[in-house]
């Protein structure tokens, strides 16, 4: 069933257990994961990013998520993430995505607040959700690579400001997380995240979640992450099925699916118990649902 973040985090939040939100930029990405959250009778959030779409436009990952998340067996939220711009995040809404991220976090604080607010009040009028980002998550390499990443953490004092003012329904941090490969292993900072989740009492997202070690997933649960972004791992699951079918034999494209479905499949597994996710009152979330 295809539903918003709120009818997904909500009760996340108050049953203390994370949702996995996972790109999905082809249709076996987008089976592994659909297909693995109805096994274990746990929610998910699907999607794209901005910058992904590269590899897949908006419009054709709606053709196939769309309709594959109404099918579905499970509550799934389909996500625009990281929204660079009006206009897309505009788009991702048009073409019946549920919920959209508007990633202002490298503006100004005021322009932080009052783009997301506009982006909040069109979304709740259509039935959508909102999450927004205070500080900034940057990336492992490449341009995004921040030189010092504790000055850009969220300020507890301000995210309680920022969620008032804005109206968003969850809240990404930063709080030592970080897009891509981590080349060294990644020092949360638990106690900002329970800061943060006691001050706003919203849903928190951990961006930059592959790569985490076990631990740290289970701590940042238990102090407010309600929602946990995974791709780089995903990914790569997809890429070592496709090597390990040629390594068997596989002589075509349609010979490799099943190797790349099962590894990533695998993956998503492998966090939905992690994260908790599968012990989900799926009869509750359906009950609000078609209330």
Partial sequence: ????????????????YGVGFFNAVNVEMARAIIETAEELHSPVMVGTAEVLLPA???ENVADYLIPMARRASVPVCVHYDHGLTFEKCMEALKLGFSSVMYDCS?????????????????????????????????DNEGAGRLEKPSDYYTDPKIAMDYVRRTGIDALAVAVGNAHGDYR?????????????AGKTGIPLVLHGGSGL??????????????????????????????EQGLKEGAKTMMGLIPYEIEAMKAVVREKILLFGADHADIKIQS???ND
Avoid: Q, W
Avoid at 6 to 16: F, T, V
Avoid at 187 to 196: N, S, V
Avoid at 213 to 223: H, L, N, P, Y
Avoid at 232 to 240: H, I, V, W, Y
């Fill in 106 to 138: 490298t503006s100004e604080y005021e322009t932080n607040v009052k783009n997301v607010a506009e982006m909040v009040t069109i979304c709740h009028a259509m039935g959508a959700t909102v999450e927004g980002e205070l500080g900034h998550v940057g």
């Fill in 56 to 58: 897949m436009s908006l």
């Fill in 213 to 242: 070690a076990d631990g740290d997933f289970r701590t940042a649960v238990e102090k407010g992450i309600c929602k946990v972004n995974i791709f780089t791992d995903l990914d790569k699951a997809g890429k070592a099925g496709a």
């Fill in 184 to 196: 060294f292993p990644p020092k949360l900072d638990f106690e900002r995240i329970e800061t943060i």
């Fill in 1 to 16: 069933m295809l539903v918003n973040m709120n009818e997904i985090l909500l009760p996340a939040k108050e049953g203390k």
């Fill in 287 to 289: 009950r609000k649902i």
